[in-house]
């Protein structure tokens, strides 16, 4: 499976089959963010989303605007939105992805979007 249908299956498994999309996250994995991210497996990752909604509020939602991939890596642009900012921001995702599973991530936001 390559790095963007690792990924692309992620976003679907995330969203919906928990077990589904813990099998896609490797037990070693790390995530680079502003937060300082974490180190640890899918429940590490469970508790640190559930921090980020709690410190979004309520209405936190994303969802994905484009993807791309190559041998090892995946991109992914997100828009996540919540009550206190609908307009909502961007998100930029980069994986490593490694026999099938997500072994790296880092995440860099950007703050209000421009007008279309």
Do not use: C, K, N
Request: aromatic share 12%; hydrophobic share 40%; net charge negative.
């Amino acid at each position: 499976m390559s790095p963007l249908e690792t990924v692309t299956r992620w976003f679907e498994a995330f969203a919906s089959d928990p077990e589904a999309a813990r099998a896609l996250w490797s037990e070693e994995a790390t995530l680079h963010a502003a937060d300082g991210g974490f180190e640890g497996g899918f429940d590490d990752l469970l508790s640190w989303y559930a921090r980020r909604r709690e410190r979004e509020g309520p209405g936190f939602s994303w969802s994905v605007e484009d993807l791309l991939g190559g041998e090892r890596y995946a991109a992914a642009v997100l828009r996540l939105m919540s009550e206190a900012r609908p307009a909502g921001w961007v998100q930029h995702a980069v994986y490593d992805v490694r026999s099938g599973v997500i072994r790296e991530v880092w995440l860099h936001e950007f703050g209000e979007p421009e007008a279309r």
